[in-house]
């Protein structure tokens, strides 16, 4: 009798982890929250800058582009209240390019 409550409480303990880790899971993968790419970006351009890898035109025209997904992402958001698969599509797509010219313009 005790064998077998100690498996039960053993196989519950187990299942209860496993339905906590499963939501830390779902952002182990390469998606990143868009808010989190945009902040990791700005600060990507700012220690560009300070390292003077970064010149006033490339600032200006890097901000820009953030400023363009910014106003994107607000109306998207403020479109319906939420935003969708193919909006968010087309957010990392823009995060992508924009990532792509930082890493040109910091390594040129």
């Known amino acids: 009798m005790l064998r077998r409550s100690t498996s039960i409480v053993l196989a519950s ?4 982890l496993i339905l906590l880790t499963i939501p830390t899971l ?3 993968g390469p998606y ?15 220690q560009g800058v300070r390292q003077g890898q970064i010149g006033p035109r ?5 901000e820009r582009q953030e400023g363009r997904i910014a106003l ?4 998207f958001r403020h479109n319906d209240g939420h935003i969708g698969p193919r909006e968010r ?13 930082i890493y040109r313009d910091r390594h040129n």
């Open 32 to 46: 990143q929250p868009v808010g989190w790419r945009m902040r990791n970006q700005q600060g990507r351009i700012y």
């Open 26 to 28: 779902s952002f182990a």
């Open 89 to 101: 599509a087309r957010l990392q797509h823009d995060l992508n390019h924009t990532s792509r010219n």
């Open 72 to 75: 994107e992402r607000y109306r």
């Open 13 to 16: 303990a187990l299942t209860a």
């Open 58 to 62: 490339e600032y200006r025209h890097l």
